[in-house]
């Protein structure tokens, strides 16, 4: 199965979304998850943080929402605010242009796990059924060295890796963050009932996990997070 890439139209590294989260931003600012490298033609029309991409693997589209930038996003010619897009799409943003292309999944050689094995979510839904997510990074299988990784939960198998099926959860509701020598982060992807920290709403801030016994809630489904051995 193809993988969507957004491909510069006057050449360079394509945007590629073999392993995106379901929702990223791109801009030209530190505070965008894609920055559009400051040597590429036209990318001072893009603004710092310029827009947001949800890639659905399932229908095979991306969804593209402008965040109010300066000099506009267009789908196929056309300004957009907020629209879905499918391979062949023309997509600009300020006058820097990319076509949206199905292409082969990119190889990576990795293991399946790092060797401390990673994180364990568990709990139960609203409803008492149980829920168990394991959040294992990758590895380089030259270096050895961690690859940072993302995993999302919400209700929509299409946009999280892990899914909770219950109404009080958003689609794309959350996102767990990996950085190697990092802790994990926690990021709420503006959900309409929130993600609480030991019952803290965390609102819009990202923030900073330890590796084991929290309580995280998205919605009304608490799951505590523990750290795999094996």
């Known amino acids: 199965r193809g993988v969507l890439c957004l491909r510069p139209a006057g050449g360079g590294e394509p945007i590629r979304f073999d392993d995106a989260p379901g929702e990223v931003t791109l801009g030209r600012g530190p505070g965008a998850d894609i920055t559009v490298p400051a040597d590429m033609p036209a990318s001072d029309t893009v603004s710092k943080v310029h827009a947001r ?56 050689p990795v293991s399946s796990r790092v060797g401390g094995g990673g994180w364990m979510l568990s709990g139960f839904d609203p409803s008492g059924r149980a829920l168990q997510f394991a959040a294992r990074p990758l590895v380089d299988a030259d270096s050895g060295a961690d690859l940072p990784a993302t995993w999302s939960i919400g209700r929509d198998p299409a946009r999280a890796d892990f899914v909770i099926d219950d109404s009080s959860v958003s689609s794309l509701h959350a996102q767990l963050i990996y950085n190697p020598g990092e802790t994990l982060q926690l ?44």
């Not at 196929?76 to 943003?93: L, M, Y």
């Not at 992807?189 to 801030?205: A, E, F, H, Q, Y």
Request: net charge positive; aromatic share 4%; glycine share 12%.
């Open 53 to 108: 991409l949800a890639y659905d693997r399932k229908a095979q589209r991306l969804h593209v929402v402008d965040l109010n930038s300066s000099n506009g996003t267009f789908v196929n010619g056309a300004r957009i605010t907020d629209t879905v897009a499918s391979a062949g799409a023309v997509v600009r943003f300020g006058t820097m242009e990319y076509k949206l292309a199905l292409e082969a999944p990119q190889a990576r």
């Open 187 to 230: 990021r709420d992807m503006g959900s309409m009932n929130g993600t609480r920290l030991d019952g803290d709403p965390i609102g819009k801030r990202t923030v900073r996990v330890r590796d084991t016994g929290h309580e995280i809630s998205f919605g009304l489904a608490t799951l505590r997070l523990s750290r795999l051995t094996g």
